[in-house]
């Protein structure tokens, strides 16, 4: 059973849509985190989210929007998708009181055409 | 701001050697976390070492092993007998201490290690 799981793990699409990636972990964790990595490969907090606050990264544009119907789900949801935002996304989760080690999910490579 | 410098965009070593990558952060906390994660061609993000602030002594996980200078706000990654295996870009990372809030991790560049068979 894969730990944190993300769907799709390719996207390819067209400026102008909005898409949405899922990300499910199955390791009871309370905290869910959403990362970019660009083309160079870094890697840049998007939003970090639990029960009780969502930290938003001021870079992030509001077109993104993450989404969690419960604690084991945390969707990342684009409006107006722009070339720029290809990159591969990924999606970990934590702990609390456990130092802070996140799990990540396998990324979702998204390109905008 | 934290801020995680790693100088070294690539490095080559003979497998079954050893390999030292480097990573500097800036912080102003006395408390936090570092990692060092490994990215292989499958894209898939692993942690392979942790080391808290507050410990002196250097965390080890088998053939890795870090330096750990809070002074000097350093922490390097060694690997010991270098395997094919270990070919990937590795990423240094930091966390601030939050007692339990949603902290993300703040990435270097990452370092590429090519493994020479």
């Known amino acids: 059973d894969t730990a944190v799981s993300q769907t799709p793990k390719y996207l390819v699409t067209q400026m102008g849509n909005d898409k949405s990636i899922k990300c499910e972990q199955n390791?009871?964790?309370?905290?869910m985190y959403w990362y970019k990595q660009d083309s160079k490969k870094f890697l840049k907090i998007m939003f970090s989210?639990?029960?009780?606050?969502?930290?938003i990264n001021e870079t992030v544009p509001n077109r993104f929007s993450p989404k969690s119907p419960d604690k084991a789900h945390l969707n990342l949801h684009i409006n107006s998708l722009e070339l720029g935002d290809s990159a591969v996304y990924f999606c970990?989760?934590?702990?609390?009181?456990?130092?802070?080690?996140?799990?990540f999910g396998a990324g979702t490579r998204l390109s905008v055409l | 701001a934290q801020t995680v410098t790693q100088s070294q965009p690539e490095m080559s070593v003979q497998e079954a050697e050893t390999v030292t990558l480097s990573c500097t952060y800036d912080t102003s906390e006395s408390d936090y976390y570092l990692f060092w994660y490994k990215q292989p061609p499958s894209r898939q993000m692993i942690l392979v070492i942790r080391q808290e602030a507050y410990k002196q002594q250097n965390a080890t996980e088998n053939r890795f092993s870090v330096n750990f200078q809070k002074a000097a706000k350093s922490f390097s990654l060694k690997i010991s007998d270098s395997q094919l295996g270990d070919a990937a870009m590795y990423f240094c990372a930091y966390s601030r201490y939050s007692g339990g809030g949603a902290d993300g991790l703040t990435f270097g560049k990452g370092t590429h290690l090519i493994i020479q068979p």
């Open positions: 390791l009871g964790h309370d905290t």
């Open positions: 970990a989760s934590s702990q609390k009181g456990t130092k802070n080690i996140q799990y």
């Open positions: 989210y639990n029960n009780k606050e969502l930290i």
